[in-house]
Each structure stands twice: as C-alpha cells, then as structure tokens.
C-alpha cells in the first residue's frame, strides 16, 4: 500500500473539522417507570454519588464516554467554567463502576424544582452490549423521582448512540419537539489539550470555539 508524506509529530492542526448538523430531539415523562429494570445477573456494578467530583476524573469519564458521539462542549471549558456547572448545588453526578472500575456516569440537574433534567447519561465502550443500559437508565430515573418532581426531560440527538432515542421511549420518554444544531468536533489541538487534562489534571487552554 502507497503511503503519502509522512506527517511530523508536532504538526498538529489547529483548525477544527467541519462542523457537523443533527437533530435534537427532546424528551419528557411525567412518572417515574413503573417497573426498574434488573441489574444483568453476573455483573458486579456500583453506583456511586460523587460530591465535588474532581474535574479532571470529569474530564475522562467525559471523554471516555462520549468521544463517538460527539460530546465536544464541556472538553472546551476552563477549570471555573467546568465547576460551575458540574459543583453546582443542584447538579447530582452517580459514577457507575464494574468490578471496581469506573464504566459510566449520568448527571442530574435540579435548578427548577419542578422538573429535573437527564444532562449526561453514558457508558464507555467496553460497558456496553452488556445489558446494562435499561437498568442504569432506571437507576438515574428513579434517583430524580427521588424528589417530589413533576416531571423528566432528556434531549438526544442523531450523533448519539443510534439506541438512545429508542431506550429513552422505552422507559417512559415522551418526544415534546425537535431543533436542528450544528456540532463542531474537537481540533487536534483541542483533542490533545483535552487528553492532557483528562490525564494529569491541567487545565486545558482557552478555546475560539467554546
């Protein structure tokens, strides 16, 4: 097989790839499930709340969940701009782990009372086709009906695992509406200072496209 030139190891690109259109869909219930899936027999996991999670253990759960589907957003944030959100009073984050091993994550949002919002729900590819989604989907569903809350709402879109839509119906999710949005994938550049933070902690540099 022909090879081009070869490229140098510090020719790293600055400029971002095309940006990329999906369609989001968002969704709501208003129950808690009716039944909560069962944890896959021979599975050891454990879901834990993490309180002021470490932003760089974030970062690599982040990006670890969701680097093929494009969660890009909050790899482009600073250190404070990361807190603020995910150290937020009414930010609730459950770290799911297999034999000991951090394998997923969902994060709630409770600033309306009334209503909490399913912001991140994911796991990391060697987590799944084991049969766990249904039931960590149910455990991040019955956690927010933990509060007197009226309603649920999640947001998918056609970037994401291509079940998430169907999983989310599956458990009582309601589609309420679709927008279009435009995703601009990370650079090399801003994929290497993301890996760098993930992995020693710093503080990824300012971004043009945050």
């Not at 509406?177 to 503080?203: F, R, V, W, Y």
Request: glycine share 8%.
């Amino acid at each position: 097989m022909a090879r081009g030139p070869r490229r140098s190891k510090d020719a790293v690109s600055a400029e971002s790839p095309p940006a990329r259109k999906a369609t989001v869909t968002w969704l709501e219930c208003a129950r808690p499930p009716r039944r909560v899936p069962p944890l896959p027999i021979n599975l050891h996991a454990t879901l834990l709340r993490t309180r002021k999670i470490p932003l760089h253990f974030y970062r690599y759960l982040y990006w670890q969940i969701g680097r093929h589907w494009h969660w890009v957003h909050r790899l482009r944030l600073s250190d404070s701009e990361l807190a603020a959100l995910v150290h937020a009073p009414g930010v609730e984050i459950r770290v799911l782990s297999l034999d000991g091993a951090p394998v997923g994550l969902f994060e709630l949002n409770r600033d309306d009372p009334a209503t909490t919002n399913l912001v991140y729900f994911g796991l990391m590819q060697e987590a799944r086709g084991l049969g766990l989604g249904k039931w960590f989907l149910g455990q991040a569903m019955m956690t927010a009906w933990n509060e007197p809350i009226e309603r649920m709402t999640v947001s998918t879109n056609t970037l994401d695992h291509p079940a998430a839509l169907g999983l989310y119906q599956k458990l009582g999710f309601t589609p309420t509406g679709q927008s279009e949005a435009m995703i601009l994938p990370l650079s090399d550049a801003e994929l290497l200072a993301a890996i760098k933070a993930g992995d020693a902690g710093a503080e990824p540099p300012p971004s043009k496209n945050a």
